[in-house]
């Protein structure tokens, strides 16, 4: 029954990027409805604009409270925060005004999951630079998702249908991770990934953490990391009963988890663990955080802000449907 489907509220992202194409685009699919009571936190008088460019025909019902919604295909559900002037709108660039919007829609999104009024909350892509512009000076949505829900330990999973990896550091420099490479947080990133993949229900995961340095250091060799931090990390986590090897050679490990051998990488560093995904799932690939006490998916790209500004309609929205289903089976096995 549809009462029975998890209510998740679908953050619009940035509103100058493809965030409310994309939206758009996963509202028209019967498949979001048929595993989810759908609603779109963002502006509504935008949305309709931007109908043509995502070419549906949906009727935009603006609500105020999550019980004036009617969950019917055909019907996108708005909580308009009215917050975007159209006039001032310039697609395809990063501006105060989209910045303080795209907050806004993610910090009313995570009142309602707090108040159980929604299930989960789905993310739309943001800018960094356009929410920094705004005054929120926050790295990414993990960070600032966190923060507003007062989870000290959080981390980063991407999901993939056969690569799942996590992010022991995220939005750092590169020359900061080696400081950021300590055996607490490497180990509170296998807990985490440990409890994440049984409420992904997988009973008993298997668990592979990369190493920082080349051949993961080659005992010693090629720096100390592995040895110091990392390898007792996966030895106190082995003691608590996780099935977690390594440190592995991070240039064959992603590999050896998509063909089935590890059900998850905990990665040392963004970009070692964001290009295998990428390459694998760049247009189904979801970007979860774990630790949080709300459910909380996203898509794993950026604001394209070059394909909003086109309005060429080419905008894909894969990624964004993965997310809704991701993050109403999360809810419904909650």
Same mark, same amino acid.
């Given at each position: 029954?549809?009462?029975?489907?998890?209510?998740?509220?679908?953050?619009?992202?940035?509103?100058?990027?493809?965030?409310?194409?994309?939206?758009?685009?996963?509202?028209?699919?019967?498949?979001?409805?048929?595993?989810?009571?759908?609603?779109?936190?963002?502006?509504?008088?935008?949305?309709?604009?931007?109908?043509?460019?995502?070419?549906?025909?949906?009727?935009?019902?603006?609500?105020?409270?999550?019980?004036?919604?009617?969950?019917?295909?055909?019907?996108?559900?708005?909580?308009?925060?009215?917050?975007?002037?159209?006039?001032?709108?310039?697609?395809?660039?990063?501006?105060? +005004?989209? =910045?303080?919007?795209?907050? *806004?829609? !993610?910090?009313? &999104? #995570?009142?309602? @999951?707090?108040?159980?009024? %929604?299930?989960?909350?789905?993310?739309?892509?943001?800018?960094?630079?356009?929410?920094?512009?705004?005054?929120?000076?926050?790295?990414?949505?993990?960070?600032?998702?966190?923060?507003?829900?007062?989870?000290?330990?959080?981390?980063?999973?991407?999901?993939?249908?056969?690569?799942?990896?996590?992010?022991?550091?995220?939005?750092?420099?590169?020359?900061?991770?080696?400081?950021?490479?300590?055996?607490?947080?490497?180990?509170?990133?296998?807990?985490?990934?440990?409890?994440?993949?049984?409420?992904?229900?997988?009973?008993?995961?298997?668990?592979?953490?990369?190493?920082?340095?080349?051949?993961?250091?080659?005992?010693? +060799?090629? =720096?100390?990391?592995?040895? *110091?931090? !990392?390898?007792? &990390? #996966?030895?106190? @986590?082995?003691?608590?009963? %996780?099935?977690?090897?390594?440190?592995?050679?991070?240039?064959?490990?992603?590999?050896?988890?998509?063909?089935?051998?590890?059900?998850?990488?905990?990665?040392?560093?963004?970009?070692?663990?964001?290009?295998?995904?990428?390459?694998?799932?760049?247009?189904?690939?979801?970007?979860?955080?774990?630790?949080?006490?709300?459910?909380?998916?996203?898509?794993?790209?950026?604001?394209?802000?070059?394909?909003?500004?086109?309005?060429?309609?080419?905008?894909?929205?894969?990624?964004?449907?993965?997310?809704?289903?991701?993050?109403?089976?999360?809810?419904?096995?909650?």
């Amino acid at each position: 029954m549809v009462a029975n489907l998890p209510i998740l509220g679908i953050t619009m992202g940035d509103a100058a990027g493809i965030g409310p194409e994309i939206v758009l685009k996963a509202m028209s699919s019967k498949d979001v409805y048929s595993v989810s009571r759908p609603l779109v936190i963002g502006d509504a008088l935008l949305l309709e604009r931007t109908q043509s460019v995502a070419r549906t025909n949906l009727s935009i019902h603006r609500i105020e409270r999550v019980a004036e919604a009617r969950f019917q295909y055909g019907v996108a559900d708005v909580i308009d925060l009215h917050n975007i002037n159209m006039n001032e709108l310039k697609l395809g660039v990063p501006q105060v +005004m989209a =910045g303080k919007a795209s907050y *806004e829609y !993610i910090e009313r &999104a #995570i009142q309602l @999951a707090l108040r159980r009024e %929604i299930h989960a909350m789905v993310t739309a892509p943001i800018s960094k630079e356009a929410m920094n512009k705004a005054g929120y000076h926050y790295p990414g949505h993990t960070e600032l998702i966190a923060e507003l829900t007062n989870s000290p330990e959080f981390g980063m999973m991407y999901v993939t249908p056969t690569l799942n990896v996590v992010l022991a550091t995220i939005h750092v420099a590169l020359s900061d991770v080696p400081r950021l490479i300590r055996k607490e947080r490497v180990l509170t990133m296998i807990n985490l990934t440990d409890q994440t993949l049984r409420r992904l229900g997988i009973q008993k995961p298997r668990v592979a953490v990369a190493g920082l340095n080349p051949h993961a250091g080659e005992a010693g +060799m090629f =720096g100390r990391e592995e040895i *110091e931090q !990392i390898a007792p &990390a #996966i030895e106190e @986590a082995r003691k608590k009963g %996780i099935n977690v090897s390594g440190p592995q050679p991070a240039d064959t490990v992603f590999l050896r988890a998509h063909r089935g051998e590890f059900d998850a990488v905990v990665s040392m560093y963004h970009d070692q663990g964001s290009i295998p995904i990428k390459l694998l799932g760049f247009e189904v690939g979801v970007n979860m955080t774990m630790g949080l006490p709300i459910v909380r998916t996203s898509v794993d790209h950026g604001t394209a802000y070059k394909v909003a500004e086109a309005r060429l309609g080419d905008a894909n929205p894969g990624s964004l449907l993965e997310a809704i289903k991701l993050a109403a089976r999360m809810a419904a096995a909650v």
